[in-house]
C-alpha cells in the first residue's frame, strides 16, 4: 500500500474545484456511475469518494488521471464502452474487487501508468499484464496468475520501474535479462524455481528485492555487492545454500537481510557487525557453524535479530550475556557448540534412583540394627528355658528317689 500512496503523490496535483455542479467529462461521468460510484458530489473534488477519484485540470472539462475500484459488488460488470471513456486515466487499482477479468480497451492501456490489482478480478494471466506496455508501476497480490514465467510479462514492461507480482502462484524461473530501471521488485510468495541469475547484479537502481517464499537453489551471486543503492532484500524460506558473499559488505545503506529458512552454511561474516545501516537481520533455520561474531552491543542496536535454528553455531559466552535469548549454545574453548545440559526432571530421576535405594538399604540396616538390639535371641532363649526344665526334673526325680527310701 506504501507504493500505491507513492504512486498517487507522483500524479498531477488536482486543481481546487469550480463552483459548478460538475466539472468531469460527461462520458467519464456516465462511466462512474456505472461502475456504482456515487457522482452526486463532484467526483474532481478533494477528497473524493473513498479517495477514489483524482482528476486533472484541463477545460472545458476535467478528466480522470487515477481510479480506485474499493470493495466492489459481485454484481458489477465493467463494459468495454466504459473502460473507452476512461482514456485518460495514468492510475488503475481494483483493490478487493474479486469480479470477472476485464479486457482493458488500448486507449486506456497507451495512457496507464501504474496498476494495481490486489484480491481482485479473480485470476490473471501473463499475457493479460504483458499487454500493459507503458507502465512503470505494477502491483498484483493475491490473485492467481497463470503464466509460465516473470518473463511473460516483464519482458513486455520496458518501462517498468517498480514490480510487485507476490502470492500468484507464479511459476517459471527469473529472468536472465532484467530492465535496468528497476528500483523495487517483489515476486515473494510464488513457485518460482532455480538460481538467482548473476544478471539481477546489474539492476544499479535496485533499493528492496524480495524473493522469499518461492522454491529457488544456489547460491547468492559473487556479485551481489554492486547493489549500492540496495536498502533491503530477502531471500527467505527458499532452498538456497552457499556462504554469503564478501561483496555484501560493500551495500552501505543496507537496512533489512533475511536469509532465514534456507541451507546456507560456512562461518557468519564479521563485517556484517561493521554494517551501521542494519536494522533487522534473520539468518536463522540454515546450516552456519563456528563461534557467531557478534557481541551484545551490537546485538542491542539492531530492531530485530534472529539466528536459531543453525545447529552448529554458538556463541562467545565471555562477552554476551547467556540472558539473552539466542536460539543457540555457548561455545567451548574450542569454539563448538556446548552440548544442552540434561534434561532437569531426568536429572532427578537418575539422582533420586540411587538415593532410594540407599535409603532402602539404609532403612533395612537400621531395623535390623534394632532388631538386635532388644534382647537374647529367641531361638538361645527357647534353648535356655528347655535346658533349665530337663535339669528341673532331674534334680526332682533325684529328690523322689531319696524320699522313696
Same mark, same amino acid.
Not at 534472529?306 to 554458538?314: M, P, S
Given at each position: 500500500?506504501?507504493?500505491?500512496?507513492?504512486?498517487?503523490?507522483?500524479?498531477?496535483?488536482?486543481?481546487?474545484?469550480?463552483?459548478?455542479? %460538475?466539472?468531469?467529462?460527461?462520458?467519464?461521468?456516465?462511466?462512474?456511475? +456505472?461502475?456504482?460510484?456515487?457522482?452526486?458530489?463532484?467526483?474532481?473534488?478533494?477528497?473524493?469518494?473513498?479517495?477514489?477519484?483524482?482528476?486533472?485540470?484541463?477545460?472545458?472539462?476535467?478528466?480522470?488521471?487515477?481510479?480506485?475500484?474499493?470493495?466492489?459488488?459481485?454484481?458489477?460488470?465493467? +463494459?468495454?464502452?466504459?473502460?473507452? +471513456?476512461?482514456?485518460?486515466?495514468?492510475?488503475?487499482?481494483?483493490?478487493?474487487? #474479486?469480479?470477472?477479468?476485464?479486457?482493458?480497451?488500448?486507449?486506456?492501456?497507451?495512457?496507464?501508468?501504474?496498476?494495481?490489482?490486489?484480491?481482485?478480478?479473480?485470476?490473471?494471466?501473463?499475457?493479460?499484464?504483458?499487454?500493459?506496455?507503458?507502465?512503470?508501476?505494477?502491483?498484483? %497480490?493475491?490473485?492467481?496468475?497463470?503464466?509460465?514465467?516473470?518473463?511473460?510479462?516483464?519482458?513486455?514492461?520496458?518501462?517498468?520501474? %517498480?514490480?510487485?507480482?507476490?502470492?500468484?502462484?507464479?511459476?517459471?524461473?527469473?529472468?536472465?535479462?532484467?530492465?535496468?530501471?528497476?528500483?523495487?521488485?517483489?515476486?515473494?510468495?510464488?513457485?518460482?524455481?532455480?538460481?538467482?541469475?548473476?544478471?539481477?547484479?546489474?539492476?544499479?537502481?535496485?533499493?528492496?528485492?524480495?524473493?522469499? @517464499?518461492?522454491?529457488?537453489?544456489?547460491?547468492?551471486?559473487?556479485?551481489?555487492?554492486?547493489?549500492?543503492?540496495?536498502?533491503?532484500?530477502?531471500?527467505?524460506?527458499?532452498?538456497?545454500?552457499? &556462504?554469503?558473499?564478501?561483496?555484501?559488505?560493500?551495500?552501505?545503506?543496507?537496512?533489512?537481510?533475511?536469509? &532465514?529458512?534456507?541451507?546456507?552454511?560456512?562461518?557468519?561474516?564479521?563485517?556484517? &557487525?561493521?554494517?551501521?545501516?542494519?536494522?533487522?537481520?534473520?539468518?536463522?533455520?540454515?546450516?552456519?557453524?563456528?563461534?557467531?561474531?557478534?557481541?551484545?552491543?551490537?546485538?542491542?542496536?539492531?530492531?530485530?535479530?534472529?539466528?536459531?535454528?543453525?545447529?552448529?553455531?554458538?556463541?562467545?559466552? @565471555?562477552?554476551?550475556?547467556?540472558?539473552?535469548?539466542?536460539?543457540?549454545?555457548?561455545?567451548?574453548?574450542?569454539?563448538?557448540?556446548?552440548? #544442552?545440559?540434561?534434561?532437569?526432571?531426568?536429572?532427578?530421576?537418575?539422582?533420586?534412583?540411587?538415593?532410594? *535405594?540407599? *535409603?532402602?538399604?539404609?532403612?533395612?540396616?537400621?531395623?535390623?540394627?534394632?532388631?538386635?538390639?532388644?534382647?537374647?535371641?529367641?531361638?538361645?532363649?527357647?534353648?535356655?528355658?528347655?535346658? @533349665?526344665?530337663?535339669?528341673?526334673?532331674?534334680?526332682?526325680?533325684?529328690?523322689? @528317689?531319696?524320699?522313696?527310701?
Amino acid at each position: 500500500m506504501k507504493e500505491s500512496v507513492d504512486r498517487l503523490a507522483s500524479l498531477p496535483t488536482p486543481s481546487k474545484s469550480p463552483k459548478t455542479p %460538475s466539472t468531469l467529462d460527461p462520458k467519464q461521468l456516465t462511466a462512474l456511475q +456505472s461502475l456504482g460510484i456515487p457522482t452526486l458530489k463532484d467526483p474532481c473534488t478533494q477528497p473524493s469518494f473513498h479517495n477514489a477519484t483524482i482528476c486533472d485540470s484541463t477545460t472545458p472539462f476535467r478528466h480522470l488521471v487515477s481510479l480506485r475500484l474499493i470493495n466492489c459488488s459481485n454484481d458489477i460488470e465493467i +463494459s468495454t464502452t466504459a473502460l473507452k +471513456s476512461l482514456y485518460t486515466l495514468q492510475d488503475l487499482q481494483f483493490l478487493n474487487c #474479486p469480479i470477472a477479468p476485464v479486457h482493458l480497451p488500448f486507449e486506456l492501456i497507451a495512457n496507464l501508468h501504474t496498476f494495481t490489482c490486489i484480491k481482485s478480478l479473480k485470476k490473471l494471466t501473463g499475457v493479460w499484464l504483458g499487454r500493459l506496455r507503458n507502465l512503470t508501476d505494477l502491483t498484483v %497480490s493475491n490473485v492467481p496468475v497463470n503464466a509460465s514465467g516473470p518473463l511473460i510479462i516483464l519482458g513486455n514492461l520496458k518501462k517498468l520501474r %517498480s514490480v510487485t507480482i507476490s502470492n500468484t502462484n507464479l511459476t517459471g524461473h527469473l529472468p536472465k535479462k532484467w530492465n535496468l530501471n528497476y528500483t523495487y521488485i517483489d515476486l515473494s510468495g510464488n513457485k518460482i524455481k532455480g538460481p538467482v541469475p548473476s544478471s539481477l547484479t546489474l539492476l544499479e537502481n535496485l533499493k528492496y528485492l524480495n524473493l522469499s @517464499s518461492n522454491a529457488l537453489l544456489g547460491e547468492i551471486p559473487d556479485a551481489f555487492g554492486d547493489l549500492l543503492l540496495l536498502q533491503n532484500v530477502s531471500f527467505a524460506s527458499n532452498s538456497m545454500s552457499g &556462504s554469503i558473499p564478501d561483496s555484501l559488505s560493500g551495500i552501505p545503506g543496507l537496512v533489512h537481510l533475511d536469509l &532465514s529458512s534456507n541451507q546456507f552454511n560456512g562461518t557468519i561474516p564479521k563485517f556484517i &557487525s561493521k554494517m551501521k545501516s542494519l536494522k533487522y537481520l534473520n539468518l536463522a533455520n540454515n546450516n552456519f557453524h563456528g563461534v557467531m561474531p557478534f557481541n551484545g552491543s551490537f546485538i542491542k542496536r539492531l530492531v530485530v535479530f534472529k539466528i536459531g535454528g543453525n545447529d552448529n553455531l554458538c556463541y562467545n559466552h @565471555s562477552t554476551i550475556s547467556s540472558k539473552l535469548k539466542l536460539g543457540i549454545a555457548p561455545c567451548d574453548k574450542y569454539g563448538l557448540p556446548v552440548s #544442552p545440559p540434561p534434561d532437569k526432571s531426568s536429572d532427578s530421576d537418575s539422582a533420586d534412583g540411587p538415593s532410594s *535405594d540407599d *535409603d532402602d538399604d539404609t532403612s533395612d540396616n537400621i531395623t535390623h540394627k534394632a532388631e538386635g538390639g532388644h534382647g537374647p535371641n529367641k531361638v538361645v532363649l527357647g534353648v535356655a528355658i528347655g535346658l @533349665s526344665s530337663i535339669v528341673f526334673l532331674i534334680v526332682f526325680l533325684v529328690l523322689l @528317689s531319696k524320699w522313696c527310701k
